[in-house]
C-alpha cells in the first residue's frame, strides 16, 4: 500500500464552517433545495442518456442525435449522428427572441474606452469575419491561429471559426515567439489572427511583432489577420492584411454550415513542466451542451445579469466561461483588457461599480492579491450589484474565501468554487449556489453526470478522508476527444494508470459528508518521510497568519525525509520580516496539521512568480528551492524581476 494510500490527509478545513445558500436566492434557483440536486444527480448518473438527451433539446440542431453515446474508452461520441453549429447556438437562434437586442458583450479597455455589441451586432460582426476567412480561403477542417489580447474581436475571432467549422487554436497573449511557433507549427495553422499590440499596466504589448518572429519558421500559414488597436497604423506585410478593411467590405450574412456533433472544434495547448506542449482537442456537440448547462446552473444567469469571468481567452476558461457558456445562454459578458491593478490597485471594484457587474468569477491568485493590497479599495465602491462570486483556476484556501465572501460580496453573495480542467472543457465539481451549502476551500460536490472517484494507488476506493489521486470513472459530453496529432499521448496521459476512467492528475480526498477537497496536481503534494501532503494545505495555514498576504509552498529532495517543504511567503504591506515570525510561522504549521508537515524553510519573497492569468508558477519555485539554475520555459512570467529578487535571497531561509 502506498504512502498516499495509508496516509490520513488532515486539513485546518477539515472542520470548516458550512455556509447554506442565501434563503432568498435558493428561493428563486433552478435548483433550490439539497434534495433538488440530489434527485438530478441521481438520475444524471443512473441514466445518463436520457439525461443528456434531455438536455440537448434546449439547443438548436440542425439534425437530431441517433444516438446519445457511444464509448469505447478512452473514445466518446456524444450524439452521435446530430448536426448542430456552436455559433448559431450562441448568436443565430438569439435574434428571433427577447435577446436580440439586449447587450451580449460590454468592453472596457485599460486606456478607459468602453464598447457594447448587442447579439444582433455580435451576430453581424460574426458573419463578416467568417466571410473574410472564407475569402482568404478557410474552410471547415483548417486550422486558423488567434493572438489577441482581451478585446472583443478575439470572442469574435473564435466564433467565426466556429461558425465556419474552422479549428481554432488560440494562443495567450503572454506567450513569446518561439512558443507561438510551436503552437502554430502542431496544429498546421493555415491562418493567424492577430492584433498591432495591447495595453497591459499602460504599456504596449507587442503582439503583431512576436507573430511575425514566429512565423519565420511556420510554413504552413498563408495569412495573417491584423486588427488595429494603438493610434498609430501597423506596417504590414505581403501576407498581412487589414483586420477592419477586410471585413468591412464582407457582407453581413452568413449561412451556418451544419456541422457533426464531433467536428473539431478548437486545440488547445496545456504545458507542462517537460516535453512539448499537448494540443487538447475539444469537438462540438457535447462542448456545446456541457459548457451551456454549467454556465446556466452554476452561475443561475438571469436576462438582467452582467456576468464577468476575469479570465484571459487564452485559457480554457475564456473559452468556456467568457465566450460559448455565456453566450450560449444570452448572457451579457464583461470583457476588460488590462491589469487589475492598473492605473490603481481598485480597478476592479470600479470597474464592478460602473458596470452594475452582478456575478465575478475569478482566481483565487487574485483574490490573495487583493487582500494584500488592502481592504480599502473595494470599500470605495459600491460592490452591491454582485449577486455571486465564483472562484477557479486552483484550490482557494479557507481564509482567502473567508475575506472574498465578507469584504467583496458583503456576506449576501454564494461562492462556487468550482473545479474543472482544460481537458475536461467545463466545471465537474461545484457548489451549485440556490441547493448546496459551501464549505470554504472545498470545491463540494460533482456536477450533474460527472461521476468521480478517490482511488489508492492500487485502484482501490480511498476511505472518507483519506487522500489518493482523483479520477472520473464515467464519461461526460464535454470531455477532451484526443491530443491533436498524437493519440497514444492521449491514452498515456490520462487513461494509462487506471484503465477506463480518466486520471485527472490531481490529488484529492473526500470527507465524512461526501466534499471533495481538491489538493493540487500529484506533483504539488509533497511525500515528506512517509507523509502525503498537499502543498496547498500548508499554504492554508501559513495565510491563515494575521501577517501573511500570500504564500506558496513546494518540495525539494531531502537525502533524510525524501522531499521536505519550503514555504515562499509574501508579507502584508507594514509588516517586517523577522527571524522571530519566520519561526512563529514554521511553529504554525506544525501545530496546526502536525510536525511532520513542519517547513525546513520559509523564505520571504516581495512578490510570488505568476503568469500573467495570475497563477502562481510553483514549479519555478521548486527548481528554486531545489538550488537548481536551469529554471525552463519562463515565457508566460508576468515579472521576471520576480526571480531575480528571489534568488538575491536564496541562503536567507534559515
Known amino acids: 500500500m502506498s504512502a498516499m494510500s495509508d496516509s490520513r490527509i488532515t486539513s485546518v478545513s477539515t472542520e470548516a464552517r458550512v455556509f447554506p445558500p442565501p434563503a432568498a436566492f435558493a428561493a428563486s434557483a433552478r435548483i433550490g433545495s439539497r434534495e433538488a440536486y440530489d434527485a438530478v ?82 451576430h453581424a460582426e460574426v458573419c463578416r469575419l467568417a466571410n473574410a476567412l472564407t475569402q482568404l480561403g478557410v474552410v471547415a477542417g483548417d486550422r486558423v491561429g488567434i493572438y489577441m489580447g482581451m478585446v472583443p474581436e478575439a470572442a469574435m475571432a473564435m466564433l ?45 504589448v507587442p503582439l503583431k511583432a512576436q ?42 450574412e452568413h449561412e451556418a454550415p451544419a456541422l457533426d456533433a464531433e467536428h473539431p472544434l478548437f486545440i488547445l495547448y496545456t ?52 465566450v460559448y457558456g455565456p453566450l450560449c445562454n444570452g448572457a451579457t459578458v464583461m470583457m476588460y483588457e488590462g491589469a487589475p491593478n492598473h492605473p490603481a490597485p481598485d480597478r476592479f471594484w470600479e470597474l464592478i ?15 490573495r492579491a487583493f487582500i494584500k493590497w488592502g481592504d480599502e479599495h473595494p470599500q470605495r465602491h459600491d460592490l452591491s450589484s454582485l449577486r455571486l462570486l465564483g472562484t477557479v483556476g486552483e484550490p482557494i484556501n479557507p481564509e482567502a474565501w473567508m475575506w472574498y465572501r465578507e469584504v467583496i460580496g458583503g456576506e449576501r453573495c454564494p461562492i462556487v468554487d468550482t473545479w474543472w480542467q482544460t481537458e475536461t472543457g467545463g466545471i465537474m465539481m461545484t457548489p451549485l449556489p440556490g441547493s448546496i451549502p459551501a464549505k470554504p476551500g472545498s470545491c463540494c460536490l460533482p456536477f450533474f453526470g460527472v461521476s468521480p472517484k478517490i482511488l489508492r494507488d492500487n485502484g482501490e476506493e480511498a476511505e472518507p478522508n483519506e487522500g489518493g489521486l482523483l479520477v472520473i470513472d464515467k464519461p461526460w459530453p464535454s470531455m477532451l476527444r484526443t491530443i491533436w496529432g ?55 495555514v501559513l495565510v491563515a497568519h494575521e501577517a501573511v498576504a500570500e504564500a ?18 509574501t508579507l502584508k504591506g507594514g509588516v517586517t520580516a523577522t527571524e522571530e515570525l519566520r519561526a512563529a510561522l514554521i511553529d504554525k504549521v506544525s501545530a496546526d496539521i502536525g510536525k511532520f508537515a513542519r517547513p525546513d524553510a520559509v523564505i520571504w519573497a516581495d512578490a510570488l512568480p505568476k503568469t500573467r492569468s495570475g497563477k502562481i508558477m510553483r514549479r519555478l519555485l ?28 536564496e541562503g536567507e531561509d534559515e
Not at 481554432?168 to 507549427?185: K, M, P, Q, S, Y
Not at 518540495?555 to 514555504?567: F, H, W, Y
Not at 527548481?623 to 535571497?649: I, K, M, N, P
Open 41 to 122: 444527480y441521481a438520475r444524471s448518473i443512473q441514466e445518463p442518456e436520457a439525461f443528456w438527451a434531455e438536455q440537448a433539446q434546449s439547443f438548436h440542431w440542425f439534425t437530431p442525435h441517433e444516438r446519445v453515446l457511444e464509448w469505447q474508452a478512452p473514445h466518446a461520441k456524444w450524439f452521435v449522428g446530430g448536426t448542430t453549429n456552436l455559433a448559431y447556438n450562441c448568436l443565430d437562434r438569439h435574434l428571433a427572441g427577447p435577446r436580440a437586442d439586449a447587450t451580449a458583450i460590454v468592453f472596457e479597455g485599460e486606456p478607459g474606452d468602453v464598447v457594447r455589441y448587442t447579439y444582433r451586432e455580435l
Open 160 to 204: 467565426a471559426c466556429a461558425r465556419l467549422g474552422a479549428v481554432h487554436t488560440v494562443i495567450f497573449g503572454g506567450f513569446a515567439a518561439e512558443a507561438i511557433r510551436d503552437r502554430l507549427n502542431d496544429a498546421g495553422a493555415k491562418v493567424v489572427l492577430t492584433q498591432d499590440a495591447a495595453w497591459r499596466r499602460g504599456g504596449q
Open 211 to 252: 507573430v511575425d518572429r514566429a512565423l519565420a519558421d511556420v510554413p504552413s500559414v498563408e495569412h495573417v489577420v491584423v486588427l488595429q488597436r494603438m493610434a498609430e497604423a501597423p506596417a504590414l506585410g505581403e501576407r498581412d492584411y487589414d483586420w477592419r478593411t477586410l471585413v468591412a467590405a464582407q457582407s453581413a
Open 271 to 322: 504545458s507542462g513542466t517537460t516535453g512539448k506542449p499537448k494540443g487538447v482537442l475539444h469537438s462540438t456537440g457535447g462542448y456545446m451542451v456541457g459548457t451551456a448547462l454549467t454556465t446556466r446552473h452554476v452561475f443561475e444567469l438571469r436576462d438582467d445579469d452582467v456576468y464577468w469571468c476575469t479570465a484571459d481567452v487564452g485559457w480554457i476558461t475564456g473559452h468556456s466561461y467568457v
Open 353 to 367: 461599480a460602473k458596470h452594475k457587474i452582478s456575478i465575478l468569477y475569478t482566481a483565487p491568485t487574485a483574490i
Open 486 to 540: 498524437d493519440d497514444e499521448r492521449f491514452r498515456a496521459t490520462y487513461f494509462s494508470r487506471f484503465e477506463g476512467k480518466y486520471f485527472t492528475g490531481d490529488g484529492a480526498r473526500r470527507d465524512a459528508d461526501g466534499y471533495f477537497w481538491v489538493m493540487g496536481r500529484v506533483d504539488d503534494v509533497v511525500n515528506v518521510a512517509g507523509h502525503r501532503l498537499g502543498t496547498a494545505e500548508v499554504e492554508s
Open 552 to 569: 506558496a509552498v513546494v518540495g525539494r529532495p531531502d537525502e533524510l525525509k525524501g522531499q521536505a517543504l519550503v514555504g515562499f511567503v
Open 622 to 649: 521548486a527548481r528554486l528551492a531545489a538550488g537548481e539554475t536551469e529554471l525552463g520555459d519562463v515565457t508566460t512570467l508576468e515579472d521576471a524581476a520576480v526571480l531575480a529578487s528571489l534568488r538575491d535571497r
